[in-house]
């Protein structure tokens, strides 16, 4: 469903700044806008080509999402570990427990089924484009493992910490873009992700 409703806007404005002199300006205004809808105020400071790519620079404001003290701990965040840039790591699976890699295998799992009711007998097919989003052999064998217990989404996203949901999030999105669109089961599953995130961050 995003990809349907977001790639062909994108490939308007490709073709906009394909054949507007003022690409400059227009690609400047077009960042600010893609980001607003996403609830992010941003202003572009830098705009540049280099060696075949555009580099840019932003100015961004506070998400709508974001609340004035969510904001301002961010800010104060930043600016305590302006130094230490990172040195926290982003969530991996080699740090999760054992009891938390138990409930992503199951969450993955129903994602998987979700896109592919015949996903445990198309494995052979799946499984390289699974390698592709950056999963291991590893992480894919307990998947399959999990793949044969009826996954209850809602129990399991009950007691999950918001970082592994996140890091569910990230991962149940790229599986569910693989075939470039989201069906209405991904949609569901996505939306369970995304809310228990919410919630559990008191949103």
Known sequence: MLDRLVRPLVRTQV???AK???AHTRLMGMVSQWLGYL???ADVTHLKTNQGRIQIALAVGKPEQCTENEWSKILENIEQNN???GSEAELTY???SKEQKSKVHRLLAGVIQAGNKDAAESWDTLQP???GVGMNQVML???RSA???PTMMDSLLKDLEPEVAAYVLSKAISIALIDKEINQEEDNALKAIYEAIEHKAGV
Do not use: E, F, R
Request: aromatic share 0%.
């Open 20 to 22: 507007t002199p003022s």
């Open 15 to 17: 073709q906009v700044l």
């Open 141 to 143: 064998a307990n998947i």
């Open 83 to 85: 130094d230490a840039a």
């Open 129 to 131: 484009q699974l390698i």
């Open 39 to 41: 609830g992010v105020q």
């Open 94 to 96: 080699q740090d999760l």
């Open 147 to 149: 793949m044969k217990v």
